[in-house]
């Protein structure tokens, strides 16, 4: 009996000891990994983005005021031509008149575009000839949803970027906006103007618009990644001396990833943007923080 009691309490002492080094374990706080990044300060732009074919701010189809056969070309595809100069000739059908001539003109200065017709073509008065454009400025049609519209005046700048010259962007102004909206689209017919002195943006390109409605310089700003909740309750979690604190912020305008934060939040600060959803007020971390 004496050695069974014995065995016994051996027993329980060792289970004992067990949980007490189970509870100390417990009690050991384990860190939780987050990513951070610093709030820093940038300027900032909210835009509306839009896609659309370059023009010619003026183009001119050119149509011959007689009829007759081509007899003369006097300019090509690309050629420079003058306001009233020649683009070619006609040799008129009209029965009874003197053998004279006919010349069609150029209605602006500028580049012909296109030439239509081939010496020993037959034309008419409804006949195109050609196309002259004048390619100093040229231009990109939009529609702006009217919910934008009291944010738009002439003269906004607007980014142009195009497929064809990748490393470039192109500087535009708002130059038209119609005061009358497509009852179908909610949207008024609008014009970007792009100066184009070397001639390099050409009529037909596809380009990629920004149209610049707000610049914000030197704001505080973070990631969208950090962000917790929905407006207008809209939380992170900063770190501070290695623990989490939950802080209320209020978002100004947005872009790409990058939200201006106006209220709640000071350069400098650490916010959580990796690893938040294991955070509680007061978490003990181990931080990580991205560049």
């Known amino acids: 009996m004496i050695r069974k009691s014995i065995a016994i309490m051996f027993v329980v002492i060792i289970l004992a000891c067990g949980c007490h080094k189970k509870e100390a374990k417990e009690k050991v706080p384990s860190l939780i990994p987050v990513r951070v990044q610093r709030v820093e300060v940038r300027d900032l732009e909210e835009t509306l983005e839009y896609t659309g074919n370059i023009k010619a701010q003026d183009e001119a189809i050119v149509y011959p005021k007689v009829s007759g056969k081509i007899i003369e070309k006097i300019k090509e595809d690309g050629s420079f031509v003058e306001k009233g100069e020649p683009l070619l000739y006609i040799d008129r059908d009209e029965v009874g008149l003197k053998f004279e001539k006919a010349p069609v003109e150029s209605p602006l200065t500028g580049v012909v575009g296109r030439v239509f017709v081939d010496n020993g073509q037959h034309v008419n008065a409804q006949t195109q000839v ?53 009852l179908a689209t909610r949207a008024a017919p609008a014009e970007i103007t792009v100066d184009n002195p070397k001639h390099i943006l050409n009529s037909g390109m596809f380009a990629k618009v920004n149209l610049i409605l707000t610049e914000h310089k030197g704001v505080s700003v973070i990631l969208k990644e950090g962000i917790i909740g929905r407006e207008p309750d809209l939380y992170v979690f900063v770190i501070k001396d290695k623990k989490a604190a939950l802080r209320k912020i209020t978002l100004g305008i947005r872009q790409g990833q990058y939200y201006e934060v106006t209220s709640g939040l000071k350069e400098g600060d650490l916010v959580v943007i990796l690893g938040q959803q294991r955070l509680r007020e007061g978490s003990e971390v181990i931080t990580e923080e991205q560049k």
């Open 130 to 182: 050609a196309l002259v454009v004048n390619m100093d400025k040229v231009k990109i049609g939009l529609d702006i949803p009217e919910i934008h519209l009291p944010r738009i005046s002439l003269g906004k700048n607007a980014r142009i970027s195009l497929d064809a010259y990748p490393d470039e962007v192109f500087i535009g102004q708002v130059s038209k906006i119609s005061p009358v909206l497509d």
